[in-house]
């Protein structure tokens, strides 16, 4: 699963939030519960994503649904899968039953009776069927690149067969969300077109949208009990400044949003009801680089850079010391989580800032240092620009930290706090120097170099609908690896080819690891309890994540019992 951070663009004040926080939800009940004597019915969920334009589009990472998470609570998945414990069995959602042939080409479900869509039409297992029919002939709905080979249904019954094993994708496959037939048959882009009234599974349906706004309404019925929020409101907020005063001062309940010095700004606003849960996950973040653009396609290069880049200064300053923990294994996979994968010749080789060797290594492969300003073996002086969205502003920290890192070895690095539209679009169609930005997490290290390297997912410049290799890294070996590992028939053979793809990234680079990834989120206690935490890690605490549902279907109106 990816690991979703937040993103930001421009939008006024918190009024308008903390207004919408305090109001009746129109059946006399105080939406928050709070010296009332009324339980809480309105759950208050935030992100820093700025203005929204209304598109429920589920398979668009950039939609207002995906941006603020609420996708979630309209489309269900087969088999909800725990993100931080992803190597336990998934819970049956709407598939009651899955089996796996020995090999993992070969998947059937038995899916779920009595549940309707938000329409109120049966949802059948032909609607499955079209599910993953629809990705197998849409490119740009198939962000995994799954080798989907036959697509069967009888009665209640989905069976697929794959070109390849699936081993390394089983949860990328069950945890696909349904869509209905009858809607998505008449939808001519599905990979692009706007989404304006989403027919679903889940417990709600769309109320409002506003471009700050986006309100859910709880069905009249549902195929599980219903939940006891009766009405959720995502507020897109300004940015993660404007977030963090709404979590805060009450106006918001539930976001993932980078907090500096979050205990004073947050948890110590109310000691008693302010909590943070960040599980780690096996994912990481870091420098992408485009490998198309000279001189940066050349690993010599890209491993200079690697060597100056003080990653306790990220952790400590851009990260605030808490958000994302340094990564300090030379392969990029973070410890102690992936100790035990790391290989042989690598398990004691750990980041350290080394200018002095950088400027050997770059000397040695032909461009030389003139005064403070490094020249490639054309004679031209090396510039780089870094992009992130303005709002972030960790990621923006992290990258004024790079900057002068860089300009230790002679190169003048730049910092575009860019517009989130354009920066998405840029990244996808990798029209950029360098960004920092995360990798798919997963129970394995596959699923970062997967994200990094692999070439079947590699489109060239100026081509979008990408899900990974931003930075257009292309391996034939890397590919080769990934491919060994994830057909592999016994763990020797997936060792092997697991620490080939550790080599190619110590020696080349395609990515600059910088810090270990988590699923987290900051939550209220005030109005409503059941949530996630260390003791109870039913699922992972972001809200943005498939198993937000999961959280909410577990809410209960503080002091009920």
């Known amino acids: 699963m990816r690991a979703r951070r937040s993103v930001a663009l421009a939008l006024t004040g918190l009024l308008a939030a903390a207004t919408l926080a305090a109001c009746s939800n129109g059946d006399g009940k105080s939406t928050t519960g709070s010296g009332s004597g009324t339980a809480a019915t309105v759950l208050n969920v935030g992100m820093p994503n700025g203005p929204q334009t209304e598109n429920h589009n589920p398979f668009l990472g950039s939609s207002s649904g995906a941006s603020l998470g609420y996708r979630w609570m309209i489309f269900e998945p087969l088999v909800m899968i725990n993100g931080i414990k992803p190597t336990e069995p998934g819970k049956p959602w709407l598939a009651t039953e899955w089996k796996w042939d020995a090999n993992f080409t070969k998947l059937s479900f038995t899916i779920r009776d009595?549940?309707?869509?938000?329409?109120?039409?049966?949802m059948t297992a032909e609607d499955v069927a079209y599910t993953f029919q629809l990705r197998q002939k849409n490119e740009g709905l198939n962000s995994d690149a799954i080798p989907?080979?036959?697509?069967t249904q009888t009665g209640n019954k989905v069976d697929l067969t794959f070109a390849r094993s699936q081993f390394v994708n089983q949860n990328k496959i069950l945890t696909v969300f349904v869509i209905q037939k009858a809607q998505w048959s008449t939808i001519k882009d599905?990979?692009?077109?706007?989404?304006?009234?989403?027919?679903?599974?889940?417990?709600?349906k769309i109320k409002s949208f506003t471009p700050q706004t986006t309100t859910l309404e709880l069905r009249d019925s549902y195929w599980q009990d219903l939940p006891k929020v009766k009405e959720l409101r995502y507020t897109s907020y300004n940015d993660n400044n404007a977030q963090t005063t709404a979590l805060a001062?009450?106006?918001s309940e539930w976001s993932f949003v980078f907090v500096p010095n979050v205990k004073a700004v947050f948890q110590d606003k109310d000691p008693k009801n302010h909590k943070l849960f960040f599980p780690a996950n096996l994912g990481i973040h870091g420098l992408w680089i485009n490998t198309t653009k000279k001189p940066f396609d050349d690993p010599a290069l890209r491993r200079a850079m690697d060597k100056v880049i003080n990653r306790d200064d990220i952790f400590q300053q851009?990260?605030?010391?808490?958000?994302?923990?340094?990564?300090?294994?030379?392969?990029?996979?973070?410890t102690p989580a992936g100790e035990s994968f790391i290989a042989p010749e690598f398990k004691d080789k750990k980041h350290v800032v080394d200018v002095e060797g950088a400027k050997s290594d770059l000397a040695a492969a032909g461009y030389k240092l003139e005064g403070d300003v490094l020249k490639d073996k054309t004679g031209k002086p090396v510039t780089i620009t870094l992009t992130d969205p303005a709002g972030w502003s960790d990621y923006v920290t992290d990258l004024e930290i790079i900057k002068d890192?860089?300009?230790?070895i002679g190169i003048k690095a730049t910092v575009d706090k860019a517009n989130q539209d354009a920066w998405f679009k840029n990244i996808d169609e990798g029209n950029f120097d360098a960004a920092m930005h995360w990798t798919n997490g997963g129970a394995t290290p596959y699923d970062i170099y997967q994200n990094i390297m692999d070439g079947k997912i590699l489109k060239p410049v100026g081509k979008g609908?990408?899900?990974?290799?931003?930075?257009?890294?292309?391996s034939p070996e890397a590919t080769k690896a990934l491919e060994e590992y994830a057909n592999a028939a016994d763990d020797a053979t997936r060792t092997t080819a697991l620490n080939t793809l550790q080599k190619i990234m110590v020696e080349q680079m395609p990515v600059i690891p910088t810090s270990a990834s988590n699923i987290g989120g900051l939550y209220s206690t005030k109005n409503w309890t059941g949530w996630p935490d260390d003791a109870n890690s039913y699922a992972p605490g972001q809200p943005t994540q498939q198993n937000a549902l999961q959280i909410v279907?577990?809410?209960k109106p503080a002091g009920s019992q």
């Open 114 to 122: 009595g549940v309707k869509w938000s329409d109120g039409t049966p």
């Open 148 to 151: 989907y080979k036959t697509v």
């Open 190 to 204: 599905p990979s692009q077109d706007t989404l304006k009234n989403p027919v679903g599974t889940g417990p709600y």
């Open 249 to 251: 001062n009450g106006a």
């Open 318 to 334: 851009g990260e605030a010391g808490y958000f994302y923990p340094k990564v300090e294994s030379v392969t990029g996979i973070p």
């Open 405 to 408: 890192n860089l300009s230790t």
């Open 465 to 474: 609908g990408v899900s990974g290799n931003y930075g257009r890294f292309n």
């Open 553 to 555: 279907l577990n809410l």
